[in-house]
């Protein structure tokens, strides 16, 4: 059983930044792929980035290309999400991920582990 803890979030205004970390706990970190998803309030939730567990490939939405950065720190069993440049369109609930050996990186059905949310509000 993988346990995962989100922290980072919080308010913050348009242009600005915040990084977010997911600690996982429990099992060989560098076996796991891990993703950052969202929820806005009324909507579903969406893919926003992954980084794969063997090469370190990294995906992203095409909303968030070239202001996000997906990255990891096996040694810390930490996942981060770098986020620039925030628009008000990002306030949404931040959920990791993850998932052992997993192929299906860029889909919610593809993660078996999630964390329980940080909230990030970006006022315009």
């Known amino acids: 059983q993988v346990q995962l803890v989100e922290s980072g979030g919080g308010l913050v205004q348009a242009g600005g930044s915040l990084r977010l970390s997911c600690v996982a706990s429990?099992?060989?970190?560098?076996?796991?792929?891990m993703g950052w998803f969202r929820q806005a309030p009324g909507k579903e939730r969406e893919f926003v980035a992954a980084i794969s567990w063997s090469l370190g490939n990294t995906y992203y939405a095409d909303s968030v290309k070239g202001r996000f950065t997906i990255s990891r720190d096996n040694a810390k069993n930490t996942g981060y999400l770098q986020m620039n440049n925030l628009r008000p369109v990002d306030t949404a609930v931040y959920y990791c991920?993850?998932?052992?050996?997993?192929?299906?990186?860029?889909?919610?059905?593809?993660?078996?582990?999630w964390g329980q949310g940080t909230q990030v509000t970006v006022s315009s």
């Open positions: 429990g099992r060989t970190f560098s076996n796991y792929a």
């Open positions: 991920a993850a998932r052992p050996f997993a192929l299906q990186v860029t889909t919610a059905q593809g993660y078996n582990y």
